[in-house]
């Protein structure tokens, strides 16, 4: 059973761009969040989907936004990119069938801005 | 406004050791409480949760022990191995049956276990 999925691994934008960032849940999980993990720092919420819409929202402004697929995937975008928005980039899933607060995380989106 | 502390921000241990990781939130209304252990270059992986209405819970070689009334919680590691060292991330979470459930972290510990 794959756990949670991440694409790319890696990425390197310069200020200005836009990134699209991919995550595929946990087989059986409905739930997505997000999370932004700075360097030498704890992840910080960006937002949650759960049947195709925006839960939840991290303090994060507009230029990130997502969108979940009936599939229960789904992806991160972030516009004009700032050299502040290097980081980790985490998904996490988690499953209707146990305490929703279990979450399970994926190994994560390296995205550098230069 | 920092939600979750945790200290301290490293440590080293030798083998066999027992190091404790302490956390203290702010929020009443956090009803579950994790610990995530991290690799470099992996994802957090969930190590182990406890919810308010007990004080103590054990799995494996990890106990996290819970003081509602101090809002604190933190995590023991028993006979300590070097494989344990990493960085442990605690969190919390609130509930109410809606879907408000995010994680909000502490800023990690490194953990050093010397053999």
């Known amino acids: 059973d794959a756990g949670v999925t991440q694409s790319p691994t890696h990425l390197i934008k310069t200020r200005g761009q836009q990134v699209t960032l991919r995550c595929s849940p946990k087989?059986?999980?409905?739930?997505v969040s997000w999370y932004q993990q700075a360097l030498g720092q704890g992840p910080q919420f960006i937002f949650q989907y759960y049947e195709e819409e925006e839960r939840q929202r991290g303090n994060f402004p507009d230029r990130f936004s997502g969108h979940q697929f009936p599939n229960y995937s789904s992806e991160l975008n972030v516009n004009a990119l700032l050299l502040g928005d290097s980081a980790l980039y985490l998904c996490?899933?988690?499953?209707?069938?146990?305490?929703?607060?279990?979450?399970?995380f994926g190994p994560g989106t390296r995205l550098t801005v230069l | 406004q920092q939600q979750v502390k945790q200290s301290p921000q490293s440590l080293i241990v030798q083998k066999g050791g027992i190091p404790i990781i302490n956390c203290a939130y702010e929020?009443?209304?956090?009803?579950?409480f994790p610990w995530y252990q991290q690799f470099p270059g992996k994802g957090p992986a969930l190590l182990i949760a406890i919810r308010p209405d007990v004080s103590e819970k054990k799995e494996g070689r990890f106990t996290i022990s819970f003081n509602k009334s101090a809002k604190q919680f933190s995590l023991h590691i028993m006979d300590s191995q070097p494989g344990d060292s990493a960085t442990y991330f605690c969190?919390?979470?609130?509930?109410?049956?809606?879907?408000?459930?995010?994680?909000?972290f502490g800023k990690g510990t490194l953990l050093t276990v010397n053999p």
């Open positions: 087989s059986g999980h409905d739930t």
């Open positions: 996490a899933s988690s499953s209707p069938t146990s305490a929703r607060h279990e979450q399970f």
């Open positions: 969190a919390a979470s609130k509930g109410s049956g809606g879907s408000n459930y995010k994680l909000t």
């Open positions: 929020n009443t209304a956090f009803d579950y």
